[in-house]
Each structure stands twice: as C-alpha cells, then as structure tokens.
C-alpha cells in the first residue's frame, strides 16, 4: 500500500532564507508525486508535481521539488522564503491506475519569522 | 478553465441531525471526484471517489454517504450525524490518470 511520511510536523524559518521540506514515500511502482499548500481555512493548492521525466519539477511560487527514487523522497525546497509563503504544506502519491486516489502525509506547518 | 465550487463554507449542526454537502465543477466533463476529510491538525483522509454517474466507492466505513446525481456534482451525505463527524471537508476533481487533483474551498462542519 501507498504512504507517505512527512518527518517535520513543525518548521520555523526566518524570512529569506532557504527551506527545505522532507518528504518520503512508499510505492511499489513509479509513483505520481505531489506537492500542495493550504493555507488556514482553505483548499489545497497545487504547487508542483511529478509524473515522469526530469526529475527536478519546478512549480508555482517559486518552489521546487526534487525526486530521488533512491531515496525514495521528494522533498520541496524555496531558496527564499517570504513571509506568505507561511502555511501547511502536504506532500501526496498518487496510483497511475484508475481512479487515481492520492495518499496524503500528515503536513509540515511552516512558519516565518520576521 | 475549470472551477470546483463547494457548500456552505461552514456549517453547525446539531448531533443526529441530517447532512448534505454539495460539490460542483465547471468547465470539464467526466471528471474524477473524491470527498475528502481533515481533522484537525491532521492529514486528509479520502472518504469517497466517483469515476462516473451513479459509481461511489467507499474507502472508509462510516456514518456518511456520498452520490454523484450528475456528471459533475457530488454530494456527501449523513442520516444521523455524530460528533465525530466534525472537520473539515473538502472536495476535489481532476481529469483522469495522470492528472492532478483540485480542490474546493471546503466546508468546516461543527457538530454540537
């Protein structure tokens, strides 16, 4: 079955510096990877995603997402963060057949200081 | 382009009282939908999918239901709501395989 792990619950940044957001998965094929951001009391929004290909995937915002099949992670990295850029931040797989379902990871909170 | 429309933004309701949150989008057809869940503090947790008219998959089981009357409007439904069903609900659609999904504003739904 697919999971994934997002290992920091909670990150604190200060404002333009580099981030970098962990995430893990298990698959038991060449997964789909996703990246997305909810800030409180919204939907989610897509930020970047993986199919095939290069394996660095630049999104939205100014984020990027790398994907290491060794490692089996994609984590997402912004070399300077700006203050809205605070928000959750959830890392997803998703099936290449049927439906498609997406499993999500727990989120990583991201906060910026001043 | 496309939209994904969902309501009502919130909602309180008392315990044992009926439910039905509505989902539509625009601008495509045939779209996959799914009804999500979100606790507080936690992840999302896929409680429906629908691939088409009239086809619902359950993916946990629960309290709730879900129909999808037209091609492009899904409904999640409840009989007797319970405490537990409180959270955060959100829609979402996408185009197929190999598509990402989209989502809705979601519904914050407090049950008393």
């Known amino acids: 079955a697919q999971s994934v792990t997002q290992p920091d619950i909670h990150i604190t940044v200060s404002e333009g510096a580099s981030l970098e957001l962990r995430c893990n998965y298990s698959?038991?094929?060449?997964?789909?990877l996703f990246w997305y951001v909810q800030s409180p009391g919204q939907g989610l929004q897509l930020l970047l995603k993986y199919f095939s290909g290069d394996t660095l995937v630049q999104g939205i915002k100014g984020f990027e997402a790398e994907f290491k099949r060794s490692q089996s992670s994609f984590n997402l990295r912004k070399p300077s963060v700006h203050w809205s850029d605070a928000a959750e931040y959830f890392c997803a797989v998703g099936s290449i057949q049927g439906a498609q379902k997406l499993v999500f990871g727990q989120g990583t909170r991201l906060t910026i200081n001043p | 382009s496309q939209t994904i429309h969902q309501w009502p933004a919130t909602l309180v309701q008392p315990v044992g009282s009926p439910l039905s949150l509505e989902c539509t989008v625009e601008g495509t057809s045939n779209p996959n939908l799914y009804w999500y869940r979100q606790a507080a503090g936690r992840g999302l947790q896929l409680l429906f999918y629908?691939?088409?008219?009239?086809?619902i998959s359950s993916e946990v089981p629960q309290n709730l239901s879900a129909s999808r009357p037209q091609d492009r409007q899904f409904i999640l439904s409840s009989k007797k709501l319970l405490l537990s069903d409180s959270g955060f609900y959100l829609c979402?659609?996408?185009?197929?395989?190999?598509?990402?999904?989209?989502f809705g504003d979601g519904t914050r739904l407090s049950i008393l």
């Open positions: 979402a659609w996408s185009g197929g395989s190999n598509q990402p999904q989209h």
């Open positions: 698959y038991g094929a060449t997964p789909y």
């Open positions: 629908s691939v088409g008219i009239g086809q």
